[in-house]
């Protein structure tokens, strides 16, 4: 039996399990959008429904797209979300649209990095850090 993963919609944030070997043309169950493994972009609504819902940690990257060191963060965070497919879930929020938690949570600069589990923010990073750097940071977190 295969295994099944994690993955948050791109298209509407919720969360859907996916059987590993059928990831190619995956689709979500709720809006249909195509699925994929890398970091998904959410609003401040599908935020908290991934918060409340995710059984594995979620990393949260606030960024802009006058940011200098968040296009350079972005790479390193695909390659963080390939190696940790279904054992972590990296979204991306647009600090220019979506405020409401960046404010809650104080983000002063960006790119700042949370890392939540079980809805509870467990560790915070700022600035720009490349893919080895970003694993030493959530490897004591998940499994
Ligand atoms: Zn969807």
């Known amino acids: 039996m295969s295994q099944r993963i994690h993955l948050a919609c791109p298209g509407c944030a919720r969360l859907n399990r996916v059987p590993e070997d059928k990831l190619d043309g995956a689709t979500c169950g709720a809006c249909k959008a ?3 493994a890398g970091p ?16 594995v940690p979620v990393l949260i990257d606030f960024y802009a797209d006058w940011c200098g060191p968040c296009r350079m963060l972005a790479p390193h965070l695909e390659t963080l979300a390939a190696a940790h497919r279904g054992e972590l879930i990296i979204v991306k ?11 809650q949570l104080g983000v002063q600069g960006i790119p700042a990095l949370y890392l939540a589990k079980n809805g509870q923010i467990v560790d915070q990073a700022a600035g720009f850090r490349p893919a080895p750097a970003l694993e030493q940071w959530v490897r004591p977190h998940l499994g």
Not at 40 to 55: K, N, T, W, Y
Not at 93 to 103: F, K, Y
């Open 34 to 36: 195509p699925l994929k």
């Open 40 to 55: 998904v972009h959410v609003d401040d609504a599908g935020l908290d429904r991934l918060l409340r819902s995710s059984p």
């Open 93 to 103: 929020v647009d600090t220019e649209r979506h405020q409401r938690h960046a404010s």
